[in-house]
């Protein structure tokens, strides 16, 4: 009996700051509170906030509803995981019904198509902070109404990592900030390089081919048994899109610029030096059998099931695949580099990543705005990167992960990380690319001009890419 009696003032003592918010909160929504004003009872008057995400950590984004809740308790923040595939028909059904969540979670390549379902940032929001004081059964509670200055364009270009501000800053306003920012690295298992006597990753791409030769196996009817690379292919390949573009803006090609498609500038005149040509010769290369660094075709797997299963030398990949591929390949022998640059002096990377934003339709705006502003704050966003694994957005944080060898070349290509969509339908964009590739790799018609071709081919999924933006 005394046992329990113990147990029950332990639990008391934990649940006395939350019970007394009930009680008061209750009180609130009936007859008030004595001690509160009209306006300081309606500050505080109970809320709910949803919220959707796909693939941001829940674990962690619950830890922060928790936080958030101890400094504003009359706000409740209920988290939802969502799957890739069904958010957008979710989502579009939800704001129809008028059942839509609060606050969502909007890849940077979904933004611009998001925008006008979402709120853009004010300059401040109107909140109220809630102290309670005194015994448990003589509660005093303290309502202070709270201006809260959002972070300010200047604020964002100052404190984030470039890309950022060129990526949620529209027609003036800021449609969502970032907890995360990723970017591509190069994954290789060091037993096949072992295997293969290469006895440091490569630095450079003139190294990489090497080791793609080196590291691929054909057997004798063809059949690639182990991959040196999964490149050259847009149906199989994860990131295929984002890969091709890093080949474009590292060969000096402007993808998009002031609202159009600029890779196939020039190619009415165009030379087999054209730099979107060399780019997809690049890659492509990889998928054709008479080529040196043959080591993919369509007929694989994913790549990333292929380089899981152990049976291909490199992946490219973001640092968000890490923890996966760890959880799923414990025994694989692991190891991270930064992505080779064609000029070691103009170094570039792509970026992929998301912003938390807020649903134009959402009731309590001022709160959700708020919360973003709560969850992106310097302590809050080192707390997130480093649960996920995942490089930080902000630039006063990047040296020190650049120490963390686990994450280093991921953070290394992150100041000069580039968006290379900025269009409404990122899936049909891809889709472009993915077929421009497809269409590359076909045999040449007899007779036919495999420049004019080609060129063809370029200017067909800019002008199906360019009908996107």
């Given at each position: 009996m005394i046992q329990v009696l113990h147990k029950f003032i332990r639990c008391m003592r934990h649940t006395t700051f939350s019970f007394a918010i009930i009680c008061c909160l209750v009180l609130f929504s009936g007859f008030g509170c004595k001690g509160l004003s009209q306006q300081e009872q309606a500050s505080i008057s109970p809320i709910t906030l949803t919220y959707w995400t796909v693939f941001d950590d829940v674990d962690q984004l619950k830890k922060f509803a928790d936080a958030y809740k101890q400094i504003r308790p009359y706000v409740t923040i209920t988290v939802r995981q969502v799957r890739y595939d069904e958010f957008d028909t979710l989502f579009t059904n939800a704001l129809a019904d008028d059942i839509g969540p609060d606050i969502i979670s909007t890849h940077i390549h979904w933004l611009r198509e998001y925008a006008p379902r979402l709120d853009p940032m004010p300059s401040s929001v109107n909140v109220a902070d809630v102290v309670v004081s005194g015994s448990q059964f003589s509660q005093t509670v303290s309502v202070t109404p709270q201006t809260v200055v959002m972070p300010s364009i200047r604020g964002i270009e100052s404190n984030f990592v470039g890309t950022v501000s060129e990526d949620v800053i529209l027609r003036g306003s800021i449609f969502g900030l970032p907890l995360a920012l990723d970017t591509l690295g190069l994954y290789y298992n060091k037993t096949i390089l072992d295997t293969a006597g290469i006895p440091e990753p490569p630095k450079t791409w003139d190294e990489f081919l090497e080791a793609v030769k080196e590291t691929t196996r054909i057997n004798a009817v063809g059949d690639i048994v182990q991959s040196g690379v999964a490149l050259g292919t847009g149906n199989n390949i994860e990131n295929a899109s984002d890969i091709f573009a890093l080949l474009l803006l590292q060969n000096g090609v402007r993808i998009m610029q002031e609202g159009a498609?600029?890779?196939?500038?020039g190619m009415e005149k165009v030379t087999v030096s054209h730099p979107t040509l060399e780019a997809l010769r690049f890659y492509t290369d990889f998928a054709r059998p008479t080529k040196e660094v043959y080591s993919w075709n369509e007929k694989?797997?994913?790549?990333?099931t292929v380089f899981i299963r152990g049976r291909s030398a490199f992946y490219f990949g973001f640092a968000f695949d890490y923890n996966r591929i760890r959880s799923l390949?414990?025994?694989?022998?692991?190891?991270?580099?930064?992505?080779?640059?064609?000029?070691?002096?103009?170094?570039?990377?792509?970026?992929?990543?998301?912003?938390e934003s807020v649903v134009k339709k959402s009731q309590h705006k001022d709160e959700a705005w708020d919360f973003i502003r709560f969850?992106?704050?310097?302590?809050?966003?080192?707390?997130?990167t480093a649960a996920t694994h995942q490089p930080s957005p902000l630039r006063s944080q990047v040296a020190a992960q650049q120490q963390n060898s686990d994450i280093a070349p991921f953070v290394s290509g992150i100041l000069t990380a580039k968006n290379w969509y900025l269009g409404r339908n990122v899936i049909k964009a891809k889709d472009a690319l993915s077929q421009l590739m497809t269409n590359y790799l076909l045999p040449y018609a007899d007779g036919q001009s495999q420049l004019k071709r080609d060129a063809q081919y370029v200017i067909n999924a800019a002008t199906l890419i360019q009908q996107t933006l």
């Open positions: 498609v600029t890779f196939a500038s694989q797997d994913s790549a990333l390949a414990p025994q694989l022998d692991l190891g991270v580099i930064p992505i080779p640059q064609l000029n070691e002096s103009a170094p570039v990377n792509v970026a992929n990543y998301w912003v969850m992106t704050t310097p302590e809050n966003i080192a707390a997130y």
